[in-house]
């Protein structure tokens, strides 16, 4: 939920605490005051922001890997000297554990499967030319 969001259900729920006719829903208004006020405390608070070191196995995953971290908006980079497949992000950890890492191994399956499909279909059509190698 967004800051906005969460101010607006504030005020709300402030409306409905000054309005309330009994103890007990000014009581549960209040719980629910209490609630969104934390959940808005989480907003005011600096996010700390770590540096990231991914090895991938080859430049396709590396491939994959940075676009995932651009769709969000964490641009990756590398030191001098680095090799093509580490990537180098600065996240919050929180993105990185919840969104960027899950979506990313999602997404290697996803990859093994489609090349090993392709490479499959390439050894087989092959095979069947006159012309391919066929070993001792």
Do not use: N
């Not at 719980?31 to 396709?60: C, I, Q, T």
């Not at 497949?85 to 969104?99: G, L």
């Amino acid at each position: 939920m967004t800051e906005s969001k969460l101010r607006e259900q504030l005020r709300k729920i402030s409306a409905l605490y000054e309005g309330a006719t009994t103890p007990g829903e000014r009581a549960a208004a209040a719980a629910a005051m209490g609630r969104v006020r934390r959940a808005l405390s989480a907003f005011s608070e600096p996010v700390p922001v770590l540096e990231y070191r991914f090895k991938m196995p080859d430049l396709w995953h590396q491939r994959m890997f940075c676009a995932l971290c651009r769709v969000y908006g964490v641009e990756p980079y590398r030191y001098k000297r680095q090799r093509l497949t580490t990537v180098v992000i600065r996240a919050p950890k929180i993105v990185v554990d919840r969104h960027i890492w899950p979506e990313y191994l999602r997404l290697r399956e996803s990859l093994r499967r489609h090349l090993e499909h392709a490479t499959d279909h390439v050894i087989r059509e092959e095979m069947r030319a006159p012309h391919a190698f066929r070993g001792a």
